[in-house]
């Protein structure tokens, strides 16, 4: 089978799995339909952070267990998790486990495949570990000692794995001014959205010199779409009385902080989304289609990918004939990878739009605010997720797989390779 549509199968199957396991008595405090489960199990296994009902209220310990495990094995990856299950038991994952891994952490080679493993699962561990340490210190306090421990473990786990998902009804709103909450929380979903295989690279010792082009132009991306998005928010909202503008300065600066930072990647919320204005709304629109860095548990395009577009459109109007970054060329091949994952996400951004509008009008930036934030698996919602009729919530669900499995996997079921026989002469386009 080949590695995209397995690994498809797998996702999909874990989907099920978990919806079943949802929807189990003990599971449960009050009665939710096998559409709800469904919706929730995909958006916990694609990492996205979506919600039709309350877990905090309607799932006991045990299925916000089961939440929590879905998230995990949705941000590993599942080839990564088999890897480490079969690891454990010394057992060998061959040529071909390998070529599957390879292709659900988005790797171009088997080269340290097995490194990046062992990078995956440190870091999995370290983080959340410390993560759920630290975050005790605000939630134990104000929940007690059970529920305050239990609480900072699945904030953890969903903060490093950038599902977005919280227990509490309004989110994080509660702690938008806590200080342990607005640097645990952004440190995590930070250091889980910027990529493994940049993690490998910044543990090795190695100087910015040494650094891959792909580990350079994530971490310059990133550090330019952070302060941007930011001073962004700020700006557009600091008067806003829905969002900023009841809030002292240090608030503001606050808020400002968590929720620019959150925006590409995890979805956590500290004030309103639904009570933006429609400015913001857009440009978080962008930043959740943009995402995080490759192989890591973000979704979107990833950084890499709108950083060459750029580029490649610089080198256009500058009459370049190769694509430069860095010291380093970037080849053709990876401009039409570029190219295609751009115009199917465009492509699968608008048909969904368009196709829960049918059933769904007059509610435009709502539609694309949700379509957006399923594809990129961000999980910030403008209120409207729980509005949606069966048809849309299968839209969204179909737009939260894609996202999370890959859109070139959609190109893959829809392209044939085929090896040309003739060469025919250049013939002259009219574009623009």
């Known amino acids: 089978m080949p590695p995209p549509l397995l690994l498809a199968v797998l996702y999909a199957s874990a989907i099920l799995l978990g919806a079943c396991a949802l929807m189990l008595p003990f599971s449960r405090h009050a009665q939710i339909s096998w559409s709800d489960a469904l919706f929730t199990a995909t958006s916990a296994v694609t990492v996205t952070g979506l919600v039709v009902f309350d877990i905090g209220t309607s799932l006991s310990l045990f299925g916000q267990m089961v939440l ?4 995990q094995l949705g941000g590993l990856g599942l080839m990564t998790f088999a890897v480490l299950v079969l690891g454990a038991l010394g057992l060998p994952i061959g040529l071909t486990g390998q070529i599957y891994l390879r292709e659900d952490l988005n790797q171009n080679s088997m080269h340290r495949l097995m490194q990046l493993v062992r990078v995956i699962l440190k870091a999995v561990l370290i983080c959340e570990a410390i993560g759920a340490v630290a975050l005790c210190f605000s939630f134990v306090p104000r929940l007690g000692l059970r529920d305050g421990v239990w609480q900072a473990i699945f904030h953890s786990v969903s903060a490093f794995n950038n599902a977005g998902f919280s227990t509490f009804s309004n989110g994080l709103i509660g702690y938008a001014t806590d200080p342990i909450i607005n640097l645990v929380i952004p440190a995590l979903f930070i250091i889980g959205g910027i990529g493994y295989t940049v993690l490998r690279e910044l543990g090795s010792g190695k100087g910015w010199k040494r650094f891959s082009l792909s580990t350079k132009i994530v971490l310059l991306g990133t550090a330019i779409l952070i302060p941007w998005s930011v001073v962004m928010f700020a700006a557009l909202e600091w008067t806003n009385p829905g969002t900023l503008g009841g809030h002292t300065v240090w608030a503001k600066l606050m808020i400002s902080w ?13 004030t309103d989304i639904a009570a933006m204005h429609d400015s913001t709304s857009l440009m978080f629109i962008s930043l ?8 890591s548990t973000a979704g979107g395009i990833k950084v ?3 950083v060459v577009m750029l580029l490649a459109t610089v080198a256009f109007f500058r009459r370049q004939t190769q694509l430069n970054a860095f010291g380093r060329s970037i080849g053709f091949e990876a401009v039409l990878k570029v190219m295609a994952l751009t115009a199917i996400s465009t492509v699968l951004v ?3 739009t368009f196709l829960i509008l049918i059933t769904h009008d007059g509610r435009f930036l709502d539609v694309a605010f949700e379509v957006s934030s399923a594809f990129g698996t961000v999980g910030l919602s403008r209120d409207y997720t729980s509005h949606l009729n069966e ?3 299968a839209v969204i669900i179909a737009v939260m797989f894609l996202g999370r499995v890959g859109p070139l996997t959609l190109g893959f079921f829809l392209a044939t390779h085929s ?12 574009l623009g």
Request: charged share 15%.
């Open 350 to 352: 608008f048909v969904a």
């Open 304 to 306: 890499t990918t709108f």
């Open 288 to 295: 959740m289609l943009i995402g995080g860095g490759p192989a």
């Open 419 to 430: 090896v040309p026989r003739l060469r025919y002469p250049k013939g002259e386009i009219h």
């Open 68 to 71: 929590a495990f879905l998230i």
């Open 391 to 393: 048809f849309g919530r």
């Open 258 to 270: 968590f929720q620019g930072v959150t925006t590409r990647t995890a979805g956590f919320n500290t």
